[in-house]
């Protein structure tokens, strides 16, 4: 079966493609794409109505897999973090959730695994083996690998394989005991909170390692203008450093817990609206490589607790592209520049084959309306919990359609 996009305003990053064109689908794979091709040989053409079609999007930072809810929100490929019931941190695990991937024959999940066993951030894991069952990097998720002699250890031998250490860029010492950030609304409200420079400190001290073994890290979720001051710092001299945020650090800043809202509590915490600027503008310059939602489906029991007691966490699947497009529509942000965060940034990061749309690649792609005027509505979210400080929020931008291996898996009536 032979498909044609037509009439799209086509976005791919990776081949410096942006113009109004057409896209053939042949079976599972892209046959071509351009702005003058003829559809005459497809057996079925699609027109797409002037609407953005992109490459698929790659979530780089999921706890959870929730198919369904991933595919409404154009992402077609999910990198499961290691903390789940049966830590992520030897082969056979990876193995078994790599088999599931296949099978489903729906969204594609990859691994990360852990970066030292248990994640207790004592012995390095077994980086090699994991990494040739289907691990696409290496983390310890949301505990920093404190110990710097194990970090130094662990980049240099993920420099054999060449393979990616994730860091959670949070300074463990400065941020015991804290559930927000450090400042104005934290101390009215009388919550303990992590200073900013707690993320720099981190970041500071794993890109000295970096240099020092001449391997990659890159940086989960920076949310402070000082984390995105010592990424650009580190970049400026060469060291190989990257870093990650997500929508809602773009979106909020720390007002966002005033009522002591739990479900705006997320870790690393909102920060101040200067924080929250300074992201914006490293995304907008390249300094953030790229976009996650940091998906963390989270039941009412254990969300609506006391401030301190609540657990960390939002979904953030289904409203990822819509948040990320905000700075867009209010001209702070290129979209061809959230499109690279969210596709062959990430592809490049972890060694995978798509994040484009170059002709014989997977048919991994989505089709969005860049205007579409939406409310997020909490109840009506697919995934598997509801967990989400957007409820009632207008938002601008929606996905129409979601496709997988050649497969239309998700279609907004």
């Known amino acids: 079966m032979k498909t044609a996009y037509t009439n799209a305003r086509i976005i791919d ?28 040989t497809a057996d079925e053409i699609i027109d797409c109505n002037g609407k953005v079609l992109c490459p698929g999007f790659i979530d780089m930072r999921a706890h959870a897999v929730d198919p369904d809810a991933a595919l409404a929100g ?29 099978d489903s024959q729906i969204v594609s999940v990859y691994p990360m695994g852990a970066a030292t066993q248990g994640m207790r951030g004592e012995q390095i894991a077994e980086i090699g083996q994991m990494q040739e069952s289907g691990a696409v990097a290496f983390t310890d998720c949301t505990k920093a690998v404190d110990d710097a002699q194990v970090m130094r250890r662990l980049l240099e031998y993920a ?10 860029a949070e300074n463990p010492e400065l941020a015991a005991g804290a559930v927000a950030h450090e400042g104005e609304t934290a101390t009215r409200m009388g919550l303990a909170g992590v200073p900013a420079a707690a993320e720099a400190i981190q970041i500071e001290r794993d890109a000295r390692l970096a240099k020092l073994t001449n391997s990659r890290v890159h940086f989960a979720l920076v949310s402070s203008r000082e984390g995105v001051e010592a990424v650009r710092e ?11 945020t997500a929508p809602h650090y773009l979106h909020l800043n720390d007002n966002a817990l005033e009522g002591y809202r739990t479900f705006a509590k997320v870790r690393p915490p ?9 992201l914006i503008e490293g ?26 007691q609540a657990a960390y966490g939002v979904v953030g699947f289904e409203t990822m592209l819509a948040l990320a497009l905000a700075p867009v529509h209010t001209g702070k942000l290129e979209l061809s520049a959230l499109i690279k965060a969210l596709t062959v940034n990430p592809a490049k990061l972890l060694g995978l084959p798509t994040g484009n749309l170059s002709p ?13 005027p939406w409310r997020i509505d909490a109840d009506k979210l697919i995934s598997s919990a509801k967990n989400t400080p957007f409820d009632t929020l207008p938002v601008q931008g929606q996905v ?12 907004r009536s």
Do not use: M, Y
């Open 283 to 308: 995304l907008a310059d390249g300094t953030i490589d790229t976009l996650v939602s940091d998906h963390c489906p989270k039941s009412a029991d254990v969300k609506r607790l006391p401030f301190a």
């Open 234 to 244: 580190a970049k400026s001299k060469g060291i190989k450093v990257s870093c990650s």
């Open 159 to 168: 420099g054999h394989f060449d393979a990616l250490v994730v860091q959670f």
């Open 360 to 372: 014989g690649s997977f048919a991994d792609f989505v089709i969005f309306d860049l205007n579409k």
């Open 74 to 102: 154009g992402i077609t490929t999910i990198i499961l973090q290691p903390d789940q019931t049966t830590i992520i941190d030897t082969d056979a695990v990876v193995e078994r959730i790599r088999h599931r991937s296949v």
């Open 13 to 40: 990053p990776a081949n410096g493609f942006d113009d109004v064109g057409t896209l053939i689908v042949d079976g599972n794979l892209i046959e071509a794409c351009g702005s003058s091709l003829s559809p005459d």
């Open 400 to 411: 129409l359609k979601t496709v997988a291996d050649g497969v239309r898996v998700f279609e």
């Open 270 to 278: 909102l920060r101040g609206e200067d924080d929250r600027l300074a």
